[in-house]
């Protein structure tokens, strides 16, 4: 194997690189655009140094969630180890564990497993290995085996392999569960824990088991902000456009406290079923309203109703934000395809909101052209909306420079990660955010509906 260090991955085929590096050379225009980018570059290899959980202050006391956290990392986590809880000032609902780093480096020569880039991702935010991330494994490996973990960053590693001499990055230590034979063999495991990680190099992000998910939901910091900012209060109508897997809807639910209207839409049944586990979990399932339907569709409406007070619009992206990233598999051509879809459910949104609501439009991409650039087809094509301040907003998250945004505008929009500047907004993930407010003095007919370019 050649085992990489982070600043030898390429994240991004050429094609892409290229096309990011123009679009956001605008927002970059007062440095070094090469060294940024090779700044930008390492920050997506890396994971967060803290893990940000949603507390369910709807069914408990902060009180009984933070003890209940503490008594699973006192459970898990050795003193030296264990992770300190940390609050948000202006999340009340946001807890923050922050990972210990640890110098780390490969011990097991001829005990190695080989995952592929999606699973090491994963796993150095605190994942185990389940049995379909698994592409080789060395011979001698036995259930129990400590092991050397390492991602495949190019994709070549056939499954199966007992030895492989491609790139990889080494991820950490675990104990192997499986043996090759129930891996590999005839009668194959198809689903389970394969290897169970020990230790990470940039620390470990401490799983959570399922008796705590009526307590504590995974999420990222901008996702929790965007519910936040739109908003919602007892009594209101709201839609969630694209819901699924119902991070955002359970928070939506819990705000509005079982009064009012919530509608969450997914054109996906399969992940819409993970949305109502959520929902189930959180014993918020009687308060939404699930429908299976393409957001996209221009007949939509026949389906959700409306019009509601607010709409969330949290768009099916490239997800380029997404850290860690060891490898991009989308190709230029992929990313380019989300712009057009994005505008037709953003056109059907427009026609959602009643006049006087807001519309709240998010991503977890780091693109100009699925971000402000949608933000300003908006203000171009729908005259009736305007763009809001927005609450809570992170100090250095404004939006980059595009044409048809004055300045004024792109403070009004927020933007997560390397290059929103330092502190809490920068150690996430990639993910953008805009409120927009359908003026009540508007016309129904100044609403109109434009192709998507």
């Known amino acids: 194997m050649i085992i990489c260090n982070v600043g030898d991955l390429d994240v991004f085929d050429s094609p892409l690189e290229d096309a990011l590096k ?15 980018w090779m700044k930008l570059k390492c920050w997506l290899l890396m994971p967060p140094s803290y893990t940000c959980l949603r507390m369910n202050l709807h069914s408990f006391s902060q009180d009984e969630v933070v003890s209940r956290l503490q008594e699973h990392l006192i459970q898990v986590c050795d003193e030296s ?61 036995r259930a129990g085996s400590t092991v050397d973990v390492f991602a495949d960053v190019d994709g070549k590693c056939l499954r199966g392999a007992k030895c492989f001499d491609g790139r ?39 799983p959570l088991p399922k008796e705590l998910r009526p307590y504590l939901f995974p999420q990222n910091l901008p996702s929790i902000v965007c519910v936040r900012v739109l908003d919602p209060q007892p009594g209101d109508s709201v839609l969630d456009m694209c819901a699924a897997p119902g991070g955002k809807t359970t928070h939506i639910a819990a705000m509005l406290g079982g009064k009012g209207l919530l509608v969450a839409v997914d054109r996906s049944q399969t992940r819409l079923s993970r949305a109502r586990d959520n929902l189930v979990a959180w014993g918020l399932d009687k308060d939404v309203r699930l429908v299976a339907a393409d957001a996209s569709d221009e007949n939509i409406r026949e389906k959700v109703g409306g019009p509601f007070d607010k709409v ?6 490239s997800a380029l934000g997404q850290r860690p990233a060891l490898r991009v598999t989308a190709k230029l051509a992929d990313v380019q395809s989300f712009p ?3 505008r037709a459910i953003l056109s059907n949104a427009v026609g959602l909101v009643r006049l006087g609501g807001v519309l709240v439009y998010s991503t977890c991409t780091i693109t100009t052209a699925e971000n402000e650039d949608q933000v300003a087809w908006l203000l171009e094509h729908f005259d009736c909306l305007e763009l809001e301040q927005q609450s809570p907003h992170m ?38 955010l805009a409120k927009l407010r359908k003026k009540a003095l508007g016309e129904k007919d100044s609403v109109h509906r434009d192709d998507a370019e």
Do not use: Y
């Open 168 to 206: 990889v990055l080494f991820i950490g230590h675990g104990a192997a569960l499986l043996t090759r034979k129930e891996l590999f063999g005839p009668q194959a495991v198809r689903d389970g824990v394969a290897v169970r990680m020990l230790q990470r190099p940039w620390g470990s992000h401490p």
């Open 340 to 342: 057009a879809l994005q």
């Open 312 to 317: 969330l619009v949290d768009a099916p992206c």
């Open 81 to 141: 180890s264990r992770p300190p809880v940390a609050f948000h000032p202006h999340l009340p609902e946001a807890v923050f564990l922050r990972v210990r780093s640890q110098p780390l480096s490969p011990e097991n020569d001829h005990r190695c497993v080989i995952v592929d880039v999606r699973c090491g991702g994963a796993v150095l935010r605190g994942a185990d290995i389940f049995v379909p991330g698994v592409c080789g494994m060395s011979a001698s490996i």
């Open 395 to 432: 100090s250095n998250c404004h939006g980059l420079p595009v044409p048809g945004l004055h300045s004024e505008q792109q403070r009004r929009l927020q933007r997560f990660g390397f290059i929103a500047g330092e502190g809490v907004a920068d150690d996430t993930i990639g993910f953008f």
């Open 22 to 36: 123009a679009q956001l050379s605008l927002g970059w225009a007062d440095g070094n655009l090469q060294e940024k």
